[in-house]
Antibody, heavy 116, light 109 residues
Framework: EVQLVESGGGLVQPGGSLRLSCAASGFTFSSHRMHWVRQGPGKGLVWVSRIEGDGSDISYADSVKGRFTISRDNAKNTLYLQMSSLRAEDTAVYYC?????????WGQGTLVTVSS | QSALTQPRSVSGSPGQSVTMSCTGTSRDVGGYNYVSWYRQHPGKAPKLMIY???KRPSGVPDRFSGSKAGNTASLTISGLQAEDEADYYC?????????FGGGTKLTVL
């Protein structure tokens, strides 16, 4: 069974940093492109970033470019999102998801709140 | 990286059919056959309902169908059921990025 479990969310002050993790199991992690998608309170889904299975290609939404860094450790079956210079508008539930014909599996999400 | 355009809400009675649209540009919806649709119930993670414009994942009933014409994709749900009441999001690959629509709230009357 495919499982994606996010962790690392919490309350952080504006300008602060946080690292999210997504532990994957039940599939060959290194074979799949992985993504982060976020959803602000009461708002819609927004794509944040993606990384190829071997880490060779990375893309970001303009809103996070230069502040967020996506990475993966295929030996640990784990996806990461390093977030810095956080702003109030980054407050959201952050989901990790994989590409397998659309985003076919999602984690339960981890809440990041940016507030003083 | 502008969001795709979806109607804010649609509604239908049980047993009826509804269609919701998703309008983008030639850089996203119109440029690739990689449109997908997601259903999200309150407090839950999104669920994939359609991928590659019109393909259904295993386990998704054939009441759900997708199509595309030019820069606009559509999701049709036939035989509406109470469980279909949810938010629906379209999504398109756009080369160097991926973009979602703003979401459509489906109300089953």
């Amino acid at each position: 069974e495919v499982q994606l479990v996010e962790s690392g969310g919490g309350l952080v002050q504006p300008g602060g940093s946080l690292r999210l993790s997504c532990a994957a199991s039940g599939f060959t992690f290194s074979s799949h492109r992985m993504h982060w998608v976020r959803q602000g309170p009461g708002k819609g889904l927004v794509w944040v970033s993606r990384i190829e299975g071997d880490g060779s290609d990375i893309s970001y939404a303009d809103s996070v470019k230069g502040r967020f860094t996506i990475s993966r450790d295929n030996a640990k079956n784990t996806l990461y999102l390093q977030m810095s210079s956080l702003r109030a508008e980054d407050t959201a539930v952050y989901y990790c998801t994989r590409t397998g014909g659309g985003f076919d599996h999602w984690g339960q999400g981890t809440l990041v709140t940016v507030s003083s | 990286q502008s969001a795709l355009t979806q109607p804010r809400s649609v509604s239908g009675s049980p047993g009826q059919s509804v269609t919701m649209s998703c309008t983008g540009t030639s850089r996203d919806v119109g440029g690739y056959n990689y449109v997908s649709w997601y259903r999200q119930h309150p407090g839950k993670a999104p669920k994939l309902m359609i991928y590659d414009v019109s393909k259904r994942p295993s386990g998704v009933p054939d009441r759900f169908s997708g199509s595309k014409a030019g820069n606009t994709a559509s999701l049709t749900i036939s035989g509406l059921q109470a469980e279909d009441e949810a938010d629906y999001y379209c999504c398109s690959y756009a080369g160097t990025y991926t973009v979602f629509g703003g979401g459509t709230k489906l109300t089953v009357l």
